[in-house]
């Protein structure tokens, strides 16, 4: 293995155990970036300059499961990320439900609302400023009413206008960067973290103007990672719909920030 090579890892937890973590240091002790892919694996590159990269897997015991979901096996790489979210309690809201009472479904699309819901459920659930509606697609009868009337009045969301006509749009699929805009909105549009390089990933070219300090800072604190591929390589997959078991980890990371609470 030399420096520029992608290492692929695999965790094999014994019987009865989950990964719960898993880490990587190189031979002066400096942490790698490690990236989970959809598939199970872990991936990173080698460091310039390093001559080992040391791989370290944290395992708990799953003798028991505090998901209620058949779809979300605890050997899953998104489980955790399911398992916080789920159990995260602020107010009386739990930060995701799933889909059913039994099912999660990790690889379907999550919308607009259902993330400006979720921010709304990591506050408590607070009352919107006003009762104003500036949206002619929602009203009081849609689940997440208040959340994206308190989003929008916060500066959280902001809607679309089309011939002086302004939507939400909160069936509409979110892509990984606008996911990422939403959240760094959230924790206050920092701009500390421009000089990332994008560049560093094969499809950083992708990712538009207006997602690019959100993005940036999304990677550089580890809320949002990215995806790698013998293929092609590691990827941001920019304009790539988010689904709800990458949304579970990426909100898992963002709260442990804490900045938004």
């Given at each position: 293995?030399?420096?520029?090579?992608?290492?692929?890892?695999?965790?094999?937890?014994?019987?009865?155990?989950?990964?719960?973590?898993?880490?990587?240091?190189?031979?002066?002790?400096?942490?790698?970036?490690?990236?989970?892919?959809?598939?199970?694996?872990?991936?990173?590159?080698?460091?310039?300059?390093?001559?080992?990269?040391?791989?370290?897997?944290?395992?708990?015991?799953?003798?028991?499961?505090?998901?209620?979901?058949?779809?979300?096996?605890?050997?899953?790489?998104?489980?955790?990320g399911v398992e916080y979210c789920y159990n995260t309690v602020r107010g009386s809201a739990r930060l995701m439900q799933g889909m059913s009472a039994t099912t999660f479904g990790p690889n379907t699309g999550?919308?607009?609302?259902?993330?400006?819901?979720?921010?709304?459920?990591?506050?408590?659930?607070?009352?919107?400023?006003?009762?104003?509606?500036?949206?002619?697609?929602?009203?009081?009868?849609?689940?997440?009413?208040?959340?994206?009337?308190?989003?929008?009045?916060?500066?959280?969301?902001?809607?679309?206008?089309?011939?002086?006509?302004?939507?939400?749009?909160?069936?509409?699929?979110?892509?990984?960067?606008?996911?990422?805009?939403?959240?760094?909105?959230?924790?206050?549009?920092?701009?500390?973290?421009?000089?990332?390089?994008?560049?560093?990933?094969?499809?950083?070219?992708?990712?538009?103007?207006?997602?690019?300090?959100?993005?940036?800072?999304?990677?550089?604190?580890?809320?949002?990672?990215?995806?790698?591929?013998?293929?092609?390589?590691?990827?941001?997959?920019?304009?790539?719909?988010?689904?709800?078991?990458?949304?579970?980890?990426?909100?898992?990371?963002?709260?442990?920030?804490?900045?938004?609470?």
């Open positions: 293995v030399r420096p520029g090579d992608t290492v692929i890892y695999t965790p094999s937890p014994s019987a009865g155990y989950r990964l719960s973590s898993v880490s990587a240091k190189t031979n002066t002790g400096a942490s790698v970036s490690m990236t989970a892919n959809a598939n199970g694996t872990y991936s990173f590159v080698v460091p310039s300059g390093a001559t080992s990269v040391t791989v370290t897997p944290s395992f708990v015991k799953t003798t028991t499961t505090t998901l209620p979901f058949t779809d979300v096996p605890t050997t899953a790489w998104y489980y955790n999550f919308t607009r609302a259902q993330v400006v819901q979720i921010l709304w459920n990591i506050k408590g659930c607070p009352e919107p400023k006003t009762t104003y509606n500036p949206y002619t697609d929602i009203s009081s009868i849609h689940y997440a009413y208040k959340a994206m009337l308190w989003a929008t009045q916060n500066g959280y969301a902001e809607g679309y206008v089309d011939k002086g006509v302004r939507t939400f749009r909160p069936n509409q699929n979110v892509t990984r960067q606008e996911m990422a805009v939403f959240l760094w909105r959230a924790a206050g549009k920092p701009t500390n973290y421009n000089s990332l390089n994008l560049n560093a990933y094969t499809d950083g070219y992708m990712v538009y103007d207006w997602a690019q300090p959100a993005m940036r800072w999304a990677i550089a604190r580890g809320v949002l990672s990215g995806q790698s591929s013998v293929a092609l390589g590691n990827y941001l997959s920019p304009r790539t719909v988010a689904y709800r078991s990458e949304v579970a980890v990426t909100v898992m990371n963002f709260d442990k920030l804490a900045v938004f609470r």
